[in-house]
Antibody, heavy 117, light 107 residues
Framework: EVQLVQSGAEVKKPGESLKISCKGS????????IGWVRQMPGKGLEWMGI????????RYGPSFQGQVTISADKSISTAYLQWSSLKASDTAMYYC??????????WGQGTLVTVSS | DIQMTQSPSSLSASVGDRVTITCRAS??????LNWYQQKPGKAPKLLIY???SLQSGVPSRFSGSGSGTDFTLTISSLQPEDFATYYC?????????FGPGTKVDIK
């Protein structure tokens, strides 16, 4: 069974750093892209970027380039999304999803990030 | 980026109703159009891919159609578990962009 399990909710202060994770199982982790999607409170879905764990090829959406870093550790089948300096506007739910043949077919349960002073 | 619009933004319907949601792309995307369902507090779930292909395990009351710029998601007979928000997504070009969503609630 394909599963993506994300790390737990985080509460951070502005300016702090953060790295959240997404662990894949039940499939060949290095053979599929993993993407990240942001959902701000009460809003829609925004595609942030994607990584191919097999070779770490990474693409970012224009709004997120330079704002976050996507990485992966294929030895433990885990993808990451990180911030070096959080802002209040980063408060959102973040989802990872497996990308296969132009669709996001399996999704993690989401990680809620709250940034507040 | 390709812009996606959806209509209506929300609708109220009764169990058993036929429901149609429309999605439009700002340029031709061939059949690179996917539909997702999201329930409150849950991750999105893939329903339809490549405009009209039903994802495994999704009930056959869901169907999709269209190509180019105009697409439709139809629920043939709305069930209680179908009350949710529905998003279209184009996967023709990077970044893949989502529509703003259509919320389906109980009349």
């Amino acid at each position: 069974e394909v599963q993506l399990v994300q790390s737990g909710a985080e509460v951070k202060k502005p300016g702090e750093s953060l790295k959240i994770s997404c662990k894949g199982s039940g499939y060949s982790f290095t053979s599929y892209w993993i993407g990240w999607v942001r959902q701000m409170p009460g809003k829609g879905l925004e595609w942030m970027g994607i990584i191919y764990p097999g070779d770490s090829d990474t693409r970012y959406g224009p709004s997120f380039q330079g704002q976050v870093t996507i990485s992966a550790d294929k030895s433990i089948s885990t993808a990451y999304l990180q911030w070096s300096s959080l802002k209040a506007s980063d408060t959102a739910m973040y989802y990872c999803a497996r990308h296969s043949n132009d669709v996001d077919d399996y999704w993690g349960q989401g990680t809620l990030v709250t940034v507040s002073s | 980026d390709i812009q996606m619009t959806q209509s209506p933004s929300s609708l109220s319907a009764s169990v058993g109703d036929r429901v149609t949601i429309t999605c439009r792309a700002s340029q031709s995307i061939s059949s690179y159009l996917n539909w997702y369902q999201q329930k409150p507090g849950k991750a999105p779930k893939l329903l339809i891919y490549a405009a009209s292909s039903l994802q495994s395990g999704v009930p056959s009351r869901f169907s999709g159609s269209g190509s180019g710029t105009d697409f439709t998601l139809t629920i043939s007979s709305l069930q209680p578990e179908d009350f949710a928000t529905y998003y279209c997504q184009q996967s023709y070009s990077t970044p893949p962009t989502f529509g703003p969503g259509t919320k389906v609630d109980i009349k």
